[in-house]
C-alpha cells in the first residue's frame, strides 16, 4: 500500500563479459556484406538472457558472420534490428555493420518495414478483414507479460485478413504496424480469438485440451525493406515450417 517500504536482498547477477560464437545450423535466405536475412525455427530465442546463454540466434550469427560483433556495443544483441518471440517462426533481418544497423533500426521506427504474419487463432472470424488499433503495456499484476492498456500504453496497430476458415479456427494474414512486444498474440486474445498453441495468452478452457500443437501458430512470412547500402527495396518470403501446415492439415 502507499506508504510501505519495501526491503528486497538479492545477490548481484554477474552477466558474461562475451557472448561466444556456437557452430548451429541457420538458414540464410540472403547475405551479403551489410546484413542477413535468416529464416529463424520456432524454438530458438533470439538472443542470451538470463536462462538462455546460449544456443540463441546471436551465438549462431557469431559464428556464422564473425564480424557482426562489430554492429553494435550491445554484446548481448550484436546484429539484433528486431526481435521475433522463441516460438514464433520466419523471417528476421540481422545488421552485420555498425551503419547498417544505424539504419535499418531507423527503417522500423518510422514504419517504414513492412512485415506479414501468418497465424491460426481458435474461433470462427467472421468479417473478411479488420484492423485492431489497441495500446499495449505491462500488464498491471503480471509485469513479465503484456496487455493492452487504453490508459497508459503505447499505440499498436495490427491489420488482418482471412486466409481459409475452418469449423472452430481460421488462418489469418497480418501486416504489423507497429513492433509492441507480443503484439500479435496480445492483440488477438484481446479480441476474443488467441492464436491456437499460445501458452500465455490463451483461454483455460483451451490450456485443458491435451492435443494440440507445441507452440503458438504464428509465422513470420514475409519482409520488405530498403537496403541500407543502396537503398532499393528488398522482399523476401519464407513458407511456414512443417508443425503449422500439420495443424493445417488436421483442420481440414
Known amino acids: 500500500r502507499k506508504g510501505?517500504?519495501?526491503?528486497?536482498?538479492?545477490?548481484?547477477?554477474h552477466p558474461a563479459d562475451t557472448v561466444a560464437g556456437e557452430s548451429i545450423d541457420l538458414e540464410i535466405v540472403f547475405e551479403d556484406n551489410h546484413l542477413a536475412v535468416i529464416n529463424k525455427p520456432w524454438g530458438m530465442v533470439v538472443h542470451p538472457s538470463p536462462g538462455h546463454l546460449s544456443q540463441t540466434l546471436v551465438n549462431a550469427a557469431l559464428h556464422h558472420f564473425p564480424g557482426i560483433s562489430q554492429s553494435s556495443s550491445d554484446i548481448y544483441r550484436p546484429g539484433i534490428v528486431h526481435r521475433l518471440d522463441k516460438d514464433t517462426s520466419g523471417l528476421i533481418v540481422l545488421a552485420k555493420t555498425a551503419?547498417?544497423?544505424?539504419?535499418?533500426?531507423n527503417e522500423f521506427k518510422?514504419?517504414?518495414?513492412?512485415?506479414?504474419?501468418?497465424a491460426i487463432v481458435h474461433g470462427f472470424l467472421e468479417r473478411e478483414e479488420g484492423?485492431?488499433?489497441?495500446?499495449?503495456?505491462r500488464h498491471p499484476v503480471k509485469r513479465k507479460i503484456m496487455s493492452v492498456r487504453p490508459e497508459i500504453g503505447k499505440p499498436a496497430l495490427t491489420l488482418w485478413r482471412v486466409k481459409k476458415r475452418f469449423e472452430s479456427a481460421t488462418l489469418v494474414g497480418i501486416d504489423l504496424k507497429t513492433g509492441r512486444t507480443h503484439q500479435i498474440r496480445v492483440h488477438f486474445y484481446d479480441m476474443g480469438y488467441p492464436l491456437m498453441g499460445e501458452k500465455i495468452y490463451q483461454y483455460r478452457r483451451f490450456r485443458k485440451q491435451k492435443s494440440g500443437p507445441g507452440r503458438q501458430m504464428l509465422h513470420s512470412a514475409a519482409i520488405a525493406f530498403r537496403h541500407p547500402y543502396s537503398g532499393r527495396k528488398m522482399a523476401f518470403t519464407a513458407d511456414p515450417p512443417v508443425d503449422f501446415n500439420?495443424?493445417?492439415?488436421q483442420l481440414t
Not at 510501505?4 to 547477477?13: F, G, H, K, M, T
Open 4 to 13: 510501505d517500504r519495501v526491503l528486497i536482498n538479492a545477490d548481484p547477477v
Open 99 to 105: 551503419q547498417a544497423m544505424t539504419f535499418l533500426q
Open 110 to 118: 518510422q514504419r517504414r518495414v513492412d512485415k506479414h504474419y501468418l
Open 131 to 137: 484492423r485492431i488499433s489497441a495500446p499495449i503495456g
Open 246 to 249: 500439420q495443424v493445417l492439415d
